[in-house]
């Protein structure tokens, strides 16, 4: 009888045992899950109110009279930027990107450097009565020497003595300093708008005359609806080319001969995540192009895994390459841990050998 | 111990002459044939750069082959995890109660090896039965695609031993249950109960949200927690295929567990067995 009952009492001890051990399991999964990465795409909801509120310029004109359809307002910002689709433009969400952890750790970078920064930002609110940190809301630069920002420029000033004032158009206001040849205008109260080129008022003259132009057919280079990420705009084969290492000459040529636009897209609300649709003609060149992308990222990450660098091979995990017909985009994330190191951040190579005392490290 | 052995050595002949195993082995061979001919792969430079199935281009990403693999392997993970457990439970469901047909049990009591053996040999025999099987589809399927691309790992392989152990949690069970009642079909239906039960309780944690608090998410609490966690190892198979990062310490505690509980349904069976005369 007794040893009938062991089995029983076996059976129930196992069972709590098994009970206990399975348990385990039930708050702490056995598997961590990957970092979730959000590439930007499309506009979000808050995206999409924000950019709807800064549709204030007047539509165009309908091409005719007995045209039929609908136009909407525009974004400034957008119009004023050349349309020439052999330039690259490029827009910073300030506002949005003082608050990713990249652009507070770079920014800590800048002014932790030496004070010469913070003295230079000092020094261009009191001379300019603009607070660069907190009045600019956004950037666009175009590599056709033209850099314009949005924001609130009501408190802004420029020094007659040095300043020359002068109208330009309904109302643009210019202003050339007489001594470095730079020039500078503001259209309205919240857009600043600075020639890249000095003694030359052209490109400056030239935004004014695009955002106050009604020509039905004026077009922009950044359309309504790609305005959504931290950082966007488009970017010419040319410029993309040149951004690649000297090693990668074939492939920076075929970009040149291939390529006809990149869309960028980036978030940096965590780690930077981007999107960037290159478009050509539809064929076996783009393909193959499309495969050589996908082949470079697949060897980066098999460097950053022979490297140990975990978290890079982590993130380069999402980067895939998605061919469509006539176009590809390639999405690619970075670890804040990879880039905060780059920018405002990189050690000279005095300090890397050490003769130089490095900058306290940023906390996150 | 060798007369469990044994025992376990004469469930894999019995099974070997079965029509059950015999088409499972047809048709994991036949899947592997025709998708090593149909699927053609483009690998440049570590990067999956097309995918042709049947001669037809399949719209796909071009990414790292291995990461690209990484899906593949998780689904495969999971059509072999529930699939496998599903035909294990359907096929082996019959194995206790043939045991105890009349006349054969007889003449195995004859033999100088004990009750508790018999039970336990069957128990073997079906887990090692489950493991040939994961071992030649799983097996099959990684070595098909390791050819086909250069990446080459054993993960999907122990992604589908995961699921010979969790059949064997459950086998346990059905065996028990076919020793109360001498049928095969209260055997699978006690094998797909704890399948669906088992289900639940792998996300136990999460369901009992859904009780009001009270006796309600207490009863439900008390009933899933002894339940073999079954699709928390599902996801842990696919992941172990899917080469996610794996906390190795919370999965061998399931797994120790869900044999364990293979091990004190079977102990409970073995009870029910030294009772029975025959």
Same mark, same amino acid.
């Given at each position: ?17 098994? *009970? ?29 109110? @924000? ?56 920014? +800590? ?16 609110? /009191? @001379? ?86 009604? +020509? ?13 990420? !931290? ?7 040319? /410029? ?32 930077v995540a981007m999107v960037a649709d290159v478009a050509g003609p539809a064929g076996d060149d783009l393909n193959d ?14 460097? *950053?895994?022979?490297?140990? /660098? ?49 900058? &306290?490290? &940023?906390?996150? | ?14 099974? *070997?002459?079965? @029509? ?47 990461? $690209? %693999? ?82 080459w790992t054993l993960r999907p392989i122990a992604a589908a031993l995961l699921a010979s152990v969790t059949f064997a ?8 249950? $076919? ?17 669906? %039960? ?6 136990? +944690? ?32 696919? !992941? ?36 029975? !005369?025959?």
């Amino acid at each position: 009888m007794k040893r009938k009952g062991l089995w029983l009492v076996l059976a129930a001890l196992l069972l709590a045992l098994s *009970a206990w051990l399975m348990s385990r399991g039930d708050k702490e999964k056995s598997t961590a899950r990957p970092p979730k990465v959000d590439f930007p795409r499309h506009e979000n909801p808050e995206e999409s109110t @924000r950019n709807s509120k800064r549709r204030t310029l007047a539509p165009l004109p309908m091409p005719s009279a007995d045209s039929e359809g609908y136009r909407s307002k525009r974004d400034p910002m957008l119009v004023a930027l050349p349309a020439d689709p052999k330039r690259s433009a490029m827009v910073f969400e300030l506002e949005a990107l003082k608050e990713s952890p990249i652009m507070q750790v770079w920014l +800590d970078c800048l002014l932790a450097r030496d004070s010469r920064e913070k003295l230079d930002l000092a020094r261009f609110k /009191d @001379r300019f009565g603009i607070d660069p940190l907190e009045d600019v809301e956004r950037i666009a630069v175009s590599s056709e020497r033209l850099l314009l920002m949005q924001g609130s420029f009501t408190n802004a000033r420029f020094d007659g003595d040095v300043w020359k004032r002068r109208t330009y158009g309904e109302k643009g206001v210019i202003y050339e300093n007489q001594d470095t040849g730079r020039v500078v205008a503001t259209w309205g109260p919240d857009m600043m708008i600075a020639s890249g080129t000095s003694d030359s008022s052209e490109p400056v003259e030239d935004a004014i005359d695009r955002l106050e132009s009604t +020509d039905p057919a004026q077009t922009t280079i950044l359309p309504d609806g790609s305005a959504y990420g !931290d950082v966007y705009g488009v970017l010419s084969p040319e /410029d993309l080319s040149r951004m690649l290492g000297p090693d990668q000459e074939a492939l920076a040529e075929k970009i040149r001969s291939i390529v006809q636009r990149v869309d960028i897209h980036m978030d940096a609300a965590d780690d930077v995540a981007m999107v960037a649709d290159v478009a050509g003609p539809a064929g076996d060149d783009l393909n193959d192009l499309s495969k050589s992308f996908g082949a470079a990222l697949a060897v980066g990450r098999l460097k *950053a895994q022979s490297d140990g /660098d975990d978290k890079l091979a982590e993130l380069l995990d999402y980067a895939k390459v998605k061919p469509r017909d006539g176009q590809f985009s390639v999405d690619v994330a970075l670890p804040f841990e990879v880039i905060k190191d780059l920018g405002p951040c990189r050690k000279s190579p005095r300090s890397q050998d050490g003769d130089d005392d490095p900058p &306290p490290p &940023p906390s996150r | 111990m060798r007369a469990t052995f044994t025992v376990a050595g004469d469930l894999l002949r019995e099974a *070997a002459s079965r @029509r059950w195993f015999l088409a499972l082995g047809i048709g994991i061979t036949t899947a592997l044939v025709v998708l090593g001919f149909a699927l053609r792969l483009e690998v440049v430079d570590g990067a999956l750069a097309a995918t042709r199935l049947f001669g037809k281009t399949v719209r796909s990403d071009i990414r790292s082959v291995d990461v $690209a %693999l990484r899906f593949v392997y998780r689904a495969a993970a999971y059509v072999l995890f529930y699939g496998g457990l599903a035909f294990g439970i359907v096929a082996c469901a019959d194995f206790g109660p043939s045991l105890l047909a009349p006349g054969r049990i007889e003449h195995l009591l004859s033999l100088p090896v004990r009750r508790y053996e018999l039970l336990l040999g069957t128990f073997l025999g079906v887990l090692a039965l489950s493991m040939i099987g994961a071992i030649y589809g799983a097996g099959g399927f990684t070595l098909l695609f390791a050819v086909k691309t250069g990446v080459w790992t054993l993960r999907p392989i122990a992604a589908a031993l995961l699921a010979s152990v969790t059949f064997a949690g459950i086998y346990g069970a059905m065996l028990t249950a $076919a020793v109360a009642v001498r049928s095969a079909a209260l055997s699978a239906a006690v094998g797909v109960v704890l399948f669906g %039960l088992g289900i639940v309780a792998g996300y136990r +944690d999460r369901l009992d949200t859904f009780f009001e608090a009270g006796p309600a998410r207490e009863a439900f609490g008390a009933v899933t927690f002894v339940l073999p966690r079954v699709s928390a190892l599902a996801d842990a198979s696919a !992941d172990i295929a899917a080469s996610a990062s794996v906390k190795l310490n919370v999965l061998a505690s399931q797994m120790v567990g869900l044999l364990v509980f293979g091990f004190a349904a079977l102990a409970l069976g073995i009870h029910l067995f030294e009772q029975k !005369d025959f």
